[in-house]
């Protein structure tokens, strides 16, 4: 029997009424297991208002007293982390460990989150003019809202409402459709961790309930993490309508393998980093740039390391590696693979007709390698999200970083090499908001920001770390004088303020 995944408002489960229903699939066997109620934008009011509502109280709360939810919170997630690995294997189809890793670095914003009481700390200078006082402190915004991405659907939304509701703000998450049941437990857990009706709210939808959030009234600021159009709709929308944002948008990531590197290291890197939760993630690499002769062992290498993934249902143990999230995903997946040869690339391996047995409805695709693709071929200038991995050739270093720094992107990107100098030249040089050194996917701990350069972000803050804390928070100054009692009334004055 397929089931139903409702909204969450208000602190409770509140049907769909809207009428419309969306298909969640089981990507491993490509069956509809559950359908999810798609919002209204009247169903988007009702849970902006039931946040609005909550702020009045939570707003004001103390620090300990929503620390105290929080690591009821912190340890809630970690009791049930197989059951939210579960459920986004059953409906993303990463492998469970894949899964499993993903709930811990979600957990990692948690953990942040219960520190908030040091991240809020304002500042206070005294006697700026006889007895005046000068003190910064920060406050919460009011409504938020997050939209998030069906490729971490746990771990992205982690990244955001712990640390705006340590703020001190209501949340309005708005997590992708295709699969909706983790973003309903992680409430559900909140709510047993002692979060107050309306803090914390969930309601599904398509561009209906995306529209409603970015230009409702009430909203404050919008996170959201995606593809680069849609990130850029999100930053001018929202921007429009009064609101902060930052849009977390798409990515080609490149890796730059020197002659001094070690080889087998990098094709390791390589073939984690492309293939790792097939290719579904903002941090993947997806594009190698081999530097001198080294291009011909490396690409063999990689081969040899990707030719025995093994490729299954994520709730197998044995898999490495699962399905894509769609048969629509991985048709247009498919079709940058297939078109290669035509655009002058030497498919070294060719995923395109992948099937598993006994799965064979399955959203299945193998791993699939490309060698000396050109930059204007549709494998490089477009963002696959896929199992595929480009390889391109340059002669020199400098060659290199300039066809890196040409792309309109500016996620993560990785250097391989023994040498220390030029990965420190690297770093400066390289147009790009996250770098990794012999390091392939340079995912920030909790305690840095996330955040790319280019298209791939739209926004000055990036997510969760400091600027997490300053993007859920305003400023404000507040200058005081308390005169002493003795001092007799000086009377009116005109002139400027004399700070000396």
């Not at 409906?91 to 499993?100: N, P, Q, W």
């Not at 990794?436 to 000055?460: A, E, Q, R, T």
Request: net charge negative; proline share 5%; charged share 20%.
């Amino acid at each position: 029997m397929v089931r139903t995944v409702h909204h969450w408002i208000g602190g409770k489960t509140v049907e769909g009424t809207s009428g419309e229903f969306g298909p969640v699939t089981d990507p491993a066997t490509g069956a509809v297991t559950t359908r999810v109620a798609l919002a209204s934008a009247e169903e988007v009011d009702a849970a902006v208002s039931a946040a609005r509502a909550a702020f009045a109280t939570w707003g004001l709360s103390s620090l300990s007293a929503r620390t105290s939810v929080l690591f009821r919170y912190r340890a809630l997630l970690d009791a049930h982390r197989d059951e939210l690995a579960g459920l986004i294997t059953a409906e993303h189809g990463k492998v469970h460990s894949d899964a499993l890793g993903e709930v811990a670095r979600g957990l990692e914003i948690v953990e942040l989150a219960c520190g908030i009481t040091t991240q809020l700390k304002g500042e206070l200078s005294t006697q700026v003019s006889a007895g005046v006082d000068v003190a910064s402190i920060r406050q919460p915004l009011g409504v938020v809202a997050g939209i998030t991405p069906f490729n971490f659907p746990a771990m992205v939304p982690m990244w955001m409402f712990p640390l705006a509701i340590a703020c001190g703000n209501t949340f309005v998450l708005k997590p992708s459709e295709k699969d909706p049941s983790a973003a309903v437990l992680l409430a559900e857990l909140a709510a047993e961790a002692g979060l107050p009706d309306g803090v914390l709210n969930v309601v599904h939808g398509d561009r209906v309930a995306v529209d409603a959030l970015l230009s409702h009234p009430d909203v404050a600021a919008v996170s959201f993490v995606g593809s680069t159009p849609i990130a850029r709709h999100v930053h001018a929308t929202a921007s429009a309508n009064g609101k902060r944002v930052q849009a977390l948008g798409g990515a080609k990531n490149h890796m730059l393998v020197l002659p001094d590197a070690d080889l087998d290291a990098a094709a390791d890197a390589a073939v984690s980093a492309a293939y790792g939760s097939a290719g579904e993630r903002c941090m993947a690499i997806s594009a190698v740039v081999a530097v001198g002769a080294i291009g011909d062992e490396l690409v063999a290498r990689i081969k040899d390391r990707a030719q025995k993934i093994k490729i299954g249902p994520g709730a197998d143990p044995d898999s490495e590696m699962g399905p894509l999230i769609t048969a629509a995903h991985r048709d247009r997946v498919a079709s940058y693979v297939t078109g290669a040869a035509a655009q002058g690339a030497e498919v070294v391996l060719d995923g395109t007709g992948h099937t598993v047995e006994g799965f064979e409805d399955g959203h299945w695709i193998g791993i699939s390698l490309l060698d000396r693709v050109s930059t204007d071929s549709d494998a490089y200038r477009d963002e696959i999200f896929g199992p595929v991995l480009v390889v391109l050739r340059a002669d020199t270093y400098e060659e290199g970083v300039a066809l890196m720094n040409a792309s309109p992107y500016g996620n993560g990107t990785a250097i391989f090499t023994r040498d220390g100098g030029v990965a420190r030249r690297f770093q400066l040089e390289i147009q790009a908001g996250m770098v990794g050194v012999n390091v392939p996917i340079p995912v920030p701990v909790g305690y840095h920001s996330f955040g790319g350069w280019k298209d791939s972000l739209f926004g000055d803050h990036h997510v969760y770390g400091n600027d997490g804390v300053r993007f859920y928070t305003r400023a404000k100054v507040v200058t005081t004088r308390w005169p002493d009692p003795a001092d007799a009334p000086s009377g009116v004055d005109l002139g400027f303020p004399r700070n000396h």
